[in-house]
Structures are given as C-alpha cells and as structure tokens.
C-alpha cells in the first residue's frame, strides 16, 4: 500500500535567523523604541490598572512605564505579577535543533522506496529522541538544512529553573545520540552536521489567562464562531475576551498563555494564531490608546477591519464549518 503524502503543515515555512533581522528591520523602521537584554521582574500596578513593569538590567533594575501593556511572555509572567487570575498546566518540553548538509532527496527516497528498513530506522531513531510528531525532520527554505522539533519530553514543569535546567541537559544529550545515529544509519544523513539548537528549551504549557472569556475543548473542537474573533488558527477561533484578564485593566496577553482550558490550549497554541494574537493586541493597544478608552472597552470590529486592511485574518469571516454562526445572528 503506497503511503501517503506528507500534509503541508510539516512545512517549515520560515528561516528562523532571516526573521529576527527582519523583525529588527521592522522595528526600526517604525521609529519602535525597543529594549533588549531586560529581563521582566515585576508589574507596577495602582487601583486596579497597570501602569508599567520593572525590569532587571545590567545596569540594575529599571522601570519602564506605561499606558497599555501587553504580556507576550508565553508563561503570564506579566499578567500573573499584576494579579490576574490564571490556572496552570503542563505540557511536552522541547529542544529543537537544525542539521546541515542533508540529501532531503535520498532521505525521502529511502522512506519511500525501503519502507520496511526505512520503518526500522526511524523506529530506533524515535526510542533515542524519547518521542516526537510523526516527522522528527523537517525542510526548510535553505537546501540541505532540515528542522527537528524534537526530543519531546515529558513531565517538566516549565516554570521550575530547576526542571528547565534538567530539560536543557536531556534535550542536548538526546540531540546529539540523535545526530550521532542518523549519521551512520540513515541514508541522506551520512554527512549532517551540527547546525544548532534553540537558544533555550521550548515550553508549551504552564500558566493560562482566567480572562474575560475561556476557551473550551468544545469551542476548539467544534470550531465555535464568536463575533469578538480577532485570531483564527487552522479551524478554530479566539475572541477577544480571550486575551483581557478580569481583573487587572489596561492589560491584554498574546500568546500561548490566552484564556483556555489546558486541554483547550494543546489544541490551539499553535505557532501561526499565536502571532496573530500580538497582531491583535497591539491594534487594540493603538486604539486603547488614540480613544482615550480601557482595553476591555475597545470595540472589536474595528480591531478586525484594521487587521485585514493590514493583510492578517482575524477570523472574523467564519468558514462554512463553523458553529455558533446562526446563534450569533439570532441574538443580533
């Protein structure tokens, strides 16, 4: 039985490195006073309403203050501090790496062609990894450079220095057992070498926003429609309830920290929708900010008309498979 083809969504899309200098690019251009090198320490919060955050520098610690902040720290470091509600789960945690000098070619021939010595390869080099998605390697836009989300490791808790330190010594000694063994038996690997691993281990789970609204199972899977939209990933949506705490104004979050239930945010938390949330957030931010309003007072059509005349899809046209649609017009 022929195998099937690999979905598009084992894609890596992107050049990790040509995206920082075109962020950079970015920021500059749009005159964006940013600092590096300062490490979040604590929110800075008066009656209710944050008013900026203290960071730790070499130069001691500074604040940096505010009228609107956005808490884009993947574990609600922000939020948390200034006292927003949040529950907390746990996850997989990853070391990904890129290996150079790969014959994509024959390695693809090799799964295809001998799927039986293919099968038991790959089988060996999953024991090593300790797990991962169905494909441990990925392309990307360079030639001959391949992606790797994996060793996939359970039962860190993402937030405990402790844990992330363990994780960071697992992930490294899995990679290179890994890149040791593909090497010698798998062909189009004979000549990989070592391109590089994250700067720090990847953690998908630990603290999640108790907002305005939480994202269900049901909503994910049912690819629930809300009229507040302002993100879409690949069949699902997340409004903008989603991103605002309850308690604490002037504060909104983008990220996989979003206001969902764990089970909920496993499903959702994927790469693409996540950028969409900052897009997001910082429209409402901008717009918080010309009309003089509260974050949670921001009127969210206008954050979708101005994210699509910016090109992004907030999801605010749902897909013919969306629920909820009828219900929403009815109560219109």
Known sequence: QAKK?????????????????????LVRENN?????????????????????????????????????????TGDLDVACSAGADFSQGQYIVTTVFRLANVDTDEAQRFEYEEPEAFAKVNRQA????????????????????????????????????EDLTRAEYEGRDRMMKLFHYVRENMPGFEKADMLGAAEQVGVRTTRMLRGEYVVTVDDVVNRRYFADTV?????????????????????IVAGRH????????????????????????????????QENIL???????????????????PGDIPSANATGVEELAASA
């Open 231 to 251: 993100c879409r990933g690949r069949d699902y949506y997340t409004p903008y309830r989603a991103l605002l705490p309850t308690k604490v104004e002037q504060l």
């Open 258 to 289: 979003y206001s969902a239930e764990p089970d909920a945010q496993k499903r959702s938390r994927e790469i693409p929708p996540c950028m969409v949330q900052g897009e997001a957030a910082g429209v409402a931010a901008s717009l918080a900010l």
């Open 32 to 72: 964006i006073n940013l600092r590096l090198h300062s490490l979040f320490a604590d929110a800075i919060v008066e009656d209710g309403a944050i008013k900026g955050v203290i960071c730790q520098t070499k130069n001691g610690r500074q604040a940096i203050m505010g009228d609107v902040v956005i808490d884009t």
């Open 5 to 25: 083809p690999q979905p598009i969504v084992y894609a890596v899309a992107f050049d990790p490195d040509a995206w920082k200098r075109t962020s950079l690019d």
């Open 295 to 313: 974050l949670r007072d921001v009127d969210a059509t206008k954050i979708q008309k101005i994210m699509r005349a910016q090109g992004a899809d």
């Open 126 to 161: 999953r024991r090593i990894i300790g797990g991962a998605w169905e494909m441990w390697w990925l392309k990307t836009p360079i030639p001959g450079v391949v992606w790797c989300n994996c060793p996939h490791m359970p039962g860190y808790d993402g937030i405990s220095v």
